[in-house]
């Protein structure tokens, strides 16, 4: 099973139908789920231990009980568990030569995690984990309890009590966040999963290519709403889910200021897409375990017109810049707060009136990691803004451009979010990214 990954996208891409020109194969369900567990595999025998060791824990215990699991270990189970099964505990021990995985449970969690509970022996859960933290005497025992993070907060008020009042004093003192350690398996990215990552940013591109189309936009007859709803019913079509409810809205010519927040606080109101709207979309989808999250933007050709007006051509283009600049300023080391302020005052300095509010991008939609600026504040955010860009990291590269439009007597702004993979030198668009504006209908080549 281990080149599974790799020769069965090979194969199913050659023989396997396609749902639209350029669209990656699907893979059914049995597959996915042997893909999953090939990657969490590698995860947990290459990548767990360094984290690990970088931060000095030798053990990790994460807890949950059904339905209510830690982000965490929602993101270690095996394909076939969808949820922890009544309490579950993992415990991963560094003894120095490899970090054993061990689950406090009567089975094995698939193949990743050998099973130790002797019910016979210790009836009681906790002191069949008490029993392990003893027998392997840890300098420290990370827990799952963080102030920045949610994703890093899984231990329930209940779970922890409960452990205190199991643990021994000297245990106890051995108590630290795994923070740091937990968002370091849920941000980092391996080769197997940029493998297929590449690939499922290309779905969700296509899906938006479909979207803003004449396959989709019937000018004068298609609603916003309309367009939401035919994404929604084309990820289900297509076997996948949305981790959000996407959004369409429209700037034009008319005396109202779009007001780009909108998007943020509230649904934007359904309006009939005309001839020269200016339309605009977020989207991503969900898939072998990993998200998308993008913005595009397309034009509606009047009758009259085969391409898109000059103006907002050169528009496009500031937003396209300001993805660089932004890019540009990612260094390895440096926080979040420090790459925006550096990324905001280069834009301000060729010109571009930017706002940026970007996040990492992986397991979760809007995942662990460094905050580069939020949509309602431009300056340093407590906490996730602090926390380093490193290496084998992912991000959606998510922001706007106002440009003000001497044609419609307004400002727009041009809203655009892409997905992208920073390897710890330099950074690349995960599938590329949108650099020209989609005209609809697409000119025919007759007229």
């Not at 996915?32 to 231990?49: C, G, K, T, Y």
């Not at 034009?252 to 606080?265: I, V």
């Not at 490193?390 to 007597?409: F, G, R």
């Amino acid at each position: 099973m281990r080149n599974l990954l790799f020769s069965t996208l090979l194969i199913l891409s050659l023989t396997s139908q396609v749902f639209c020109q350029h669209m990656p194969v699907i893979l059914n369900e049995q597959t996915r789920a042997e893909v999953i567990d090939e990657i969490l595999e590698d995860r947990m025998q290459n990548l767990l231990p360094k984290l690990m060791r970088a931060e000095g824990i030798d053990m990790w215990v994460i807890i949950s009980r059904e339905y209510n699991e830690d982000p965490v270990m929602k993101t270690m189970l095996p394909a076939v568990w969808l949820s922890a099964r009544r309490r579950t505990i993992f415990v991963f021990f560094d003894n120095g030569k490899e970090v054993e995985r061990l689950a406090i449970a009567r089975y094995d969690v698939g193949h990743l995690l050998k099973g130790t509970w002797d019910l016979n022996n210790y009836p009681n859960q906790w002191e069949a984990l008490i029993k392990t933290i003893k027998e392997k005497n840890p300098k420290k025992i990370a827990l799952d309890f963080s102030k920045n993070y949610g994703h890093a907060d899984g231990l329930t008020y209940t779970e922890h009590t409960e452990l205190m009042q199991m643990l021994p004093e000297t245990e106890k003192k051995k108590i630290v966040s795994a923070e740091n350690l937990a968002v370091g398996w849920l941000e980092t990215r391996t080769p197997k999963e940029m493998e297929i990552y590449e690939q499922i940013g290309r779905i969700s591109h296509q899906i938006i290519d479909e979207a803003f189309s004449e396959k989709v936009i019937q000018p004068g007859v298609t609603s916003t709403d309309d367009v939401v709803w035919w994404l929604r019913q084309k990820v289900t079509d297509l076997g996948l889910e949305t981790w959000f409810h996407p959004t369409v809205d429209v700037q034009r010519f008319d005396p109202e200021n779009f007001d780009h927040l909108r998007a943020f606080s509230k649904k934007p109101e359904k309006q009939i897409i005309k001839g020269g709207d200016l339309i605009h979309c977020d989207f991503g989808i969900s898939y072998l375990r990993l998200n998308t999250d993008h913005q595009q933007i397309g034009y509606i050709l009047k009758p009259n017109e085969t391409e898109i007006p000059e103006f907002l051509t050169k528009a496009y283009t500031q937003g396209n810049r300001l993805q660089e600049i932004l890019t540009e300023n990612f260094k390895a080391g440096l926080s979040g707060n420090e790459i925006l302020k550096n990324a905001l005052a280069q834009s301000k300095t060729e010109g571009i009136n930017g706002t940026i509010y970007t996040h990492p991008i992986g397991v979760h939609g809007h995942a662990a990691g460094p905050t580069i600026g939020m949509w309602d504040n431009q300056g340093p955010t407590k906490g996730p803004g602090d926390y380093p860009l490193k290496p084998n990291t992912a991000y959606s590269i998510e922001l706007n451009a106002a440009v003000e439009i001497t044609e419609w007597k307004k400002t727009i702004r041009i809203m655009l979010e892409e997905n992208g993979y920073f390897d710890g030198t330099g950074f690349r668009f995960i599938d590329g990214r949108q650099r020209e504006i989609l005209p609809i209908p697409r000119p025919s080549k007759n007229y």
